[in-house]
Nanobody, 126 residues
Framework: QVQLAESGGGLVQAGGSLRLSCAASGRSFSGYAMGWFRQAPGKEREFVAAIRWSTRIRYYAEFVKGRFSISGDNTKTRVYLQMNSLKPKDTAVYSC???????????????????WGQGTQVTVSS
């Protein structure tokens, strides 16, 4: 079993920054890709960013381009989300997701991820 643990959420003023971290642990995990999704109260979960380990290609939702940056370490078990210029509408629970690549993966499709973290709250005040 693979576990994902997020950290780094919190309360920040509009215009501020936060850095989220996610670590995968458990049995030997050969990750194909990892990503971040978010869900605001009363809204559906939406894709934020993802990284495919083999190519290091990064994928972003349009609404975060230029503000958020996803990165990972060489172990392919940790992924980070640097969030700058935060806005109140970025307020949500941010969840980390990972896939071992056993099935067709689509960066923005939550159904193609195998493992999920519990999520970390990000609140941006105006």
């Amino acid at each position: 079993q693979v576990q994902l643990a997020e950290s780094g959420g919190g309360l920040v003023q509009a215009g501020g920054s936060l850095r989220l971290s996610c670590a995968a642990s458990g049995r030997s995990f050969s990750g194909y890709a990892m990503g971040w999704f978010r869900q605001a109260p009363g809204k559906e979960r939406e894709f934020v960013a993802a990284i495919r380990w083999s190519t290091r290609i990064r994928y972003y939702a349009e609404f975060v381009k230029g503000r958020f940056s996803i990165s990972g370490d060489n172990t392919k078990t940790r992924v980070y989300l640097q969030m700058n210029s935060l806005k109140p509408k970025d307020t949500a629970v941010y969840s980390c997701a990972a896939t071992a690549g056993a099935r067709t993966w689509s960066s923005d499709d939550s159904r193609t991820y195998d493992y999920w973290g519990q999520g970390t709250q990000v609140t941006v005040s105006s």
